[in-house]
């Protein structure tokens, strides 16, 4: 019975050992080489999500800012009126009416360090004396300027001014048969070459020019056979070589009711101590209703050129002073 019992667990024993053996030898059973080749994805990459999209509307609002940025224009434009009338009276006089029309304009292009300007400055008048007419006042200055930024106030410059009148000009009412001007008899063209000086607080610009021309045309031709202006009878022109400076201010004050403006321009010849010229324009103007203003105007001319009616005083001046309809446009 002992023999059996021993025999039994024998048995017990070597079967446990066999299925130990079989587990073992299971987990080292390697994996065939189709199991573990790897399947091609067939799933196709998602592209980045792109929200962007283009705004017509968007592009040129743009294109506006950027336009307004660079671009600065400011128009004025004023037309006064003076009116004196006599009826049966005592002391007796002329019944007058006078009106004066003036236009300035100026753009201005900024890009980088790059400045561009262009400004046109007109004025023309009439008196109405008696039934008769005569002109008081015809002239206009175009000028244009480009220069490159050389520090925060100077740059290098170079400036094309341009300056005559409209029609032509009589000695006075009564001799209203003598020529003494006509549309470019004098016209001067005057290019330069220099510095800009600029202050960004203050609208002021100094144009001073080392290198400076002036050449004056005389087209009309009774004028031209007279020598007026510097030429030589029988001549269409004169030039001359010299330096030139030139100095704008023009400022609003008191929420725009007051605007004062000014431009002086002076040339003087290398080659000779006469024939120089100087031109001073001042403007201030009261803004009394939207449309409504009252202008104060004065202009003093020096030219050894030209033939005053005094020849020992070469200074001249003309001043104004009339109400009537202004309007001025700014885009910033």
């Known amino acids: ?4 019992i021993t025999l039994l667990l024998l048995l017990v024993l070597l079967g446990a ?18 199991d573990t080749k790897a399947m091609d994805d067939t799933i196709k990459p998602i592209a980045p999500i792109n929200n962007r999209f283009f705004s017509e509307a968007r592009y040129k609002a743009e294109r506006r800012a950027i336009r307004k940025e660079r671009n600065t224009v400011q128009i004025n434009a004023s037309a006064m009126f003076n009116l004196t009338g006599f009826e049966n009276w005592y002391a007796g006089g002329d019944n007058v009416f006078a009106s004066n029309l003036a236009f300035y304009f100026s753009h201005t292009y900024i890009k980088s360090k790059f400045n561009f300007q262009t400004t046109f ?20 200055v175009f000028n244009l300027s ?23 000009g009589y000695k006075s009412r009564e001799a209203d048969s003598i020529l003494v001007s006509a549309f470019m008899a004098p016209g001067t063209i005057a290019p330069a070459i220099g510095f800009i000086y600029r202050n960004k607080k203050v609208p002021l ?9 002036s050449v004056t045309f005389v087209l009309n031709d009774s004028l031209s056979q007279a020598g007026a202006y510097g030429v030589k009878p029988g001549q269409k022109s004169t030039g001359a070589i010299g330096a030139s400076l030139q100095i704008d201010f023009d400022k609003a004050f008191y929420k725009d009711k007051i605007t004062y403006r000014t431009y002086f321009y002076a040339f003087s010849n290398y080659n000779s101590n006469r024939n120089a010229y100087i031109n001073w324009k001042n403007t201030l103007q009261f803004k009394i209703f939207k449309l409504i203003s009252a202008e104060m105007f004065c202009s003093a001319v020096y030219d050894e050129a030209a033939r005053t009616p005094d020849r020992r005083q070469w200074m001249q001046l003309n001043y104004k002073f009339g109400l009537g309809l202004a309007y001025t446009f700014k885009n910033k």
């Not at 400055?121 to 206009?140: L, M, Q, T, V």
């Not at 480009?146 to 032509?168: G, I, M, P």
């Open 17 to 34: 050992a066999n299925r130990s053996s079989a587990q073992f030898s299971i987990s080292r059973v390697t994996p065939k080489e189709i």
């Open 121 to 140: 400055d007109a004025r023309y008048g009439i008196n109405h004396i008696s039934g008769k007419n005569f002109k008081n006042e015809d002239a206009f």
């Open 205 to 213: 610009t100094i144009s001073i020019m080392p290198v400076a021309g």
């Open 146 to 168: 480009s220069s490159w930024e050389l520090n925060k106030n100077w740059s290098y410059a170079a400036t094309f001014q341009y300056r005559s009148q409209f029609s032509n």
């Open 1 to 4: 019975m002992r023999r059996f």
